[in-house]
């Protein structure tokens, strides 16, 4: 089976540097993606690791380890809307390849 | 280009009662996908569907049905509705080329009472 941990709640405030760590014990995995969601709304995506290695998309980055079986998202220059919570998901390969989801870090952004 | 749709956005429903809550997309996207998101729980797939007329189960089929007649529509059903299928059920899709970005509905609130 597949398991994904990843903390549950995550404080900071606006301007501020956050690290959200996922790490996972999976079989056929390929990637890591990171989904943001806001209270009521619908996941998103922002982000995929194939590789080891730091992938940068604007204030938003994403982190993987395969050999550690570790990820983890950052996110610069913290804005109010990004209080959201924010999933990792492992995409496996298990005879179709699919995403299995983390329960999700909620982040509170402060003024 | 409205993307994921799903109808209906809250139903409150009576213990064995059936529904049927409805998916469309407009990418042409050859897989979709349902999802139901408990509180703390994250998102949990029950069914997923890899083209037209095909369907397979996820983690959490039991007291789901699903079906896939034309490429654009994916419907979920519940037979019988019971108290622990209260959730919020997202519907995704996704292209067989970027299997890592599925792209969700707005999600359907199902109360069972």
């Known amino acids: 089976g597949q398991s994904l941990e990843q903390p549950s709640e995550v404080t900071a405030v606006e301007g501020a540097i956050v690290q959200i760590n996922c790490t996972y014990q999976?079989?056929?995995?390929?990637?890591l993606s990171w989904y943001q969601q806001h209270d009521g709304g619908a996941p998103t995506f922002l982000s995929y690791?194939?590789?080891?290695g730091l992938e940068e998309t604007g204030r938003f980055s994403s982190f993987l380890s395969r050999s550690d079986s570790y990820g983890y998202l950052l996110l610069q220059e913290l804005q109010m809307k990004d209080s959201a919570s924010y999933f990792c998901a492992v995409r496996v390969n298990t005879g179709f390849q699919k995403l299995v989801f983390g329960t999700g870090t909620r982040l509170l952004v402060s003024p | 280009n409205a993307g994921v749709t799903q109808t209906p956005k809250f139903r409150v429903l009576k213990t064995g009662q059936s529904m049927t809550l409805l998916c469309a997309q407009d990418?042409?996207?050859?897989?979709m996908y349902w999802y139901r998101q408990d509180p703390g729980m994250g998102l949990r797939l029950i069914h997923y569907s890899v083209g037209e007329g095909t369907t397979a189960k996820g983690e959490v089929p039991d007291g789901y049905n699903v079906s896939r007649l034309k490429k654009q529509n994916f419907l979920l059903g519940l037979e019988s509705a019971a108290p622990s299928q209260t959730s919020v059920y997202f519907c995704?899709?996704?292209?067989?080329?970027?299997?890592?970005?599925?792209?969700f509905g707005p999600g359907t609130r199902l109360l069972v009472l």
């Open positions: 999976t079989s056929g995995f390929y990637g």
């Open positions: 990418m042409n996207h050859e897989y």
């Open positions: 690791n194939a590789l080891d």
């Open positions: 995704a899709s996704g292209g067989r080329a970027l299997q890592e970005t599925q792209y």
